[in-house]
């Protein structure tokens, strides 16, 4: 049974342009976590969503983020107009209910932004 | 609202030298509290979860208690390869499911 899977794992960005993360969760997993890291930090919760719905998006900057997790295929998370502050690791997890169970984190993909 | 506060931030044992590692948390009723590690470059990875207070859990050298405003990892006779970060996090009764994390315990076990 694959893990939760990222990619890319390493994106390089210029000011402005655009970055899209991709995340596939564990099979039979129905519930996707985006997670932000900077250096030497913890984990800052963005977006929590379950196939084609967003359940809560209270850590996501209003503007220039968006998230979707569509019926069939991975979820994404999308920054536009990226800005230098964007560099980070964004961590995606799955979980198969909405309940009390442990999250599969993927490895992480590693923004730089140039 | 839900906080995870993890202390201390860094933590240097010797090889044989046993330690605890706290994690304190305010949350509107918790339905869990969870313990991650997680090794440079890599995603977490989970080690436990807890749900009521004075309940324990353990697996090989680390052992997780919990009380109603904190929780302790203990790691006995730490090895050098348990050197990492340990991450604490809570999920609220209430609200969403989201996992709230603290900002983690660096851990470096010296030979």
């Known amino acids: 049974n694959a893990g939760v899977m990222q990619n890319p794992r390493h994106l390089v960005r210029r000011r402005g342009q655009e970055a899209r993360l991709r995340c596939s969760p564990m099979k039979g997993h129905s519930h996707v976590y985006w997670y932000r890291q900077l250096p030497e930090e913890g984990l800052k919760f963005m977006v929590y969503?379950?196939?084609?719905?967003?359940?809560?998006e209270s850590g996501m900057p209003k503007e220039r983020f968006s998230a979707e997790f569509p019926k069939e295929g991975p979820s994404i998370l999308r920054i536009q107009q990226v800005v230098r502050g964007d560099s980070a690791a964004y961590f995606c997890?799955?979980?198969?209910?909405?309940?009390?169970?442990?999250?599969?984190f993927g490895e992480g993909s590693r923004l730089t932004v140039l | 609202e839900d906080q995870v506060t993890q202390s201390p931030e860094a933590l240097r044992l010797q090889e044989g030298e046993s330690s605890s590692l706290n994690c304190s948390y305010t949350?509107?009723?918790?339905?869990?509290l969870f313990w991650y590690r997680q090794d440079p470059g890599k995603g977490p990875e989970f080690l436990f979860t807890?749900?009521?207070a004075g309940e324990e859990k353990e697996k090989e050298r680390l052992k997780a208690t919990l009380t109603k405003k904190e929780s302790f990892l203990h790691i006995t006779a730490p090895k050098p390869e348990d050197s990492a970060t340990y991450l604490c996090a809570v999920q609220a009764l209430r609200g969403t499911y989201k996992y709230i994390f603290g900002t983690g315990t660096r851990l470096k076990v010296l030979a």
């Open positions: 997890a799955s979980s198969p209910l909405e309940s009390t169970g442990e999250l599969f």
């Open positions: 949350v509107s009723g918790l339905r869990g």
């Open positions: 807890l749900y009521s």
């Open positions: 969503l379950q196939k084609e719905n967003i359940i809560d």
